[in-house]
């Protein structure tokens, strides 16, 4: 079955640095999007991007997707604190099955 | 906020307890979804409802009923719940179309403890 996974499980950095997360996939996709989830809160969605496009920015988000390698990756730039939560790629391959992966969590410290 | 909301957001019931968790979403979505979350477990989609119909059932033990009255309500009717149950029960609403296809919004989601 399909499913995003993602890379590394877990992350550990210092305000003012970059967080770059990894995430692949197996099957064929419509689009690849990016959530963000404070701990034992609702999901927020962070970006979309399709599969036709390469590369998609979101103010301080640069999300890239490689479809021949059938993975994305999440570049959170100049890290704050209030970016620790845990990241999630969902993929949509058709109708209204989104299948999450099991997430990058990412603690920034001050 | 989000614009969708679960009630309760805490629950503790026992094994024998009939109870039903409660979405609403303010956004005019036509889609809404229900999603498991374990511990150190990927987000796992029960059901979706699109229209009030329901078009996908994720091999969901009989024990959840799921029920859509309408395009903003949708409810998850628990009976005879395991201990495994236990975990965060999310709610989220999706307007299909255009550049927001299939971009979900998400309730803060109901903590259930089964014991």
């Known amino acids: 079955s399909q499913q995003g996974e993602e890379d590394p499980q877990a992350l550990s950095i210092q305000e003012g640095e970059n967080a770059t997360m990894n995430c692949s996939y197996k099957?064929?996709?419509?689009?690849l999007q990016w959530y963000r989830q404070n701990s034992g809160r609702g999901l927020v969605h962070l970006i979309l991007i399709r599969s036709n496009e390469r590369e998609k920015h979101s103010g301080r988000l640069r999300v890239t997707l490689d479809t021949s390698k059938k993975s994305s990756s999440l570049l959170i730039t100049a890290s704050r604190a209030a970016d620790t939560a845990s990241y999630f790629c969902?993929?949509?391959?058709?109708?209204?099955?989104?299948?999450f992966g099991a997430g990058t969590r990412l603690f920034v410290k001050a | 906020e989000t614009g969708v909301t679960q009630t309760p957001r805490h629950l503790v019931m026992g094994m024998t307890n009939k109870k039903s968790l409660k979405c609403e979403q303010h956004l005019g979505h036509n889609a809404m979804y229900w999603y498991k979350q374990s511990a150190k477990k990927p987000l796992e989609l029960m059901f979706v409802?699109?229209?009030?119909?329901?078009?996908e059932n994720n091999s969901v033990p009989s024990r959840f009923s799921p029920e859509c009255p309408n395009s903003s309500h949708l409810f998850l009717h628990l009976h005879t719940l395991q201990p495994e149950d236990s975990a965060l029960y999310l709610c989220a609403s999706s307007q299909p179309g255009g550049t927001a296809l299939y971009e979900q919004y998400f309730g803060p989601g109901t903590r259930l403890t089964v014991t």
């Open positions: 099957t064929s996709i419509n689009n």
């Open positions: 409802y699109n229209f009030k119909e329901q078009t």
């Open positions: 969902a993929t949509e391959a058709g109708g209204f099955k989104t299948i």
